[in-house]
């Protein structure tokens, strides 16, 4: 499955595969692409949004799928090192984790009172990061924004 990436236009182009990504970082841990971490893989690609690793559990096990926790959380975290997933930190108690890899990047508006997470479009923000990188000879590679809020009462 190929996804879209942001250009420097702005516009979309195709990227690698997921799976080739995620295969070459495991044959450099000298580890095999299973069919449960291939599983896992597309599973994640198929969540919208933030996801916790007990719901993607529940997911794999609701579409029939037996998969050890220990290979989710091992799975997750090579998912996070080859840069496909990204770890958002909430709060203390629980990780929570977001497909990037090809992606465009988001600024994410984090209720704290609520725990209510909101993906916010900032065209503005994105320009403003391209105009950094161009005016120092650099390439903006993505960026991750977090806002944390709560309500004034």
Request: glycine letters at 6%; hydrophobic letters at 40%.
């Amino acid at each position: 499955m190929e996804l879209p990436r942001a250009g420097e236009s702005g516009e979309l182009e195709i990227i690698e595969p997921l799976c080739a990504v995620f295969r070459r970082k495991l044959k450099s841990e000298g580890l095999k692409y299973t069919p449960e971490r291939a599983q896992v893989l597309d599973t994640i690609i198929q969540l919208d949004g933030l996801f916790e690793a007990e719901r993607l559990m529940d997911d794999l096990k609701d579409a029939g799928f037996r998969v050890s926790k220990a290979t989710v959380y091992r799975t997750i975290k090579l998912l996070l090192e080859a840069g496909i997933l990204q770890r958002v930190a909430i709060d203390s108690e629980h990780a929570r984790y977001q497909l990037v890899y090809g992606r465009r990047p988001q600024v994410l508006l984090i209720r704290v009172d609520t725990d209510e997470v909101e993906p916010v479009d900032m065209p503005e923000l994105a320009a403003a990061i391209e105009r950094l990188c161009r005016e120092r000879g650099l390439q903006a590679r993505g960026h991750r924004v977090h806002v944390f809020a709560e309500s004034k009462q």
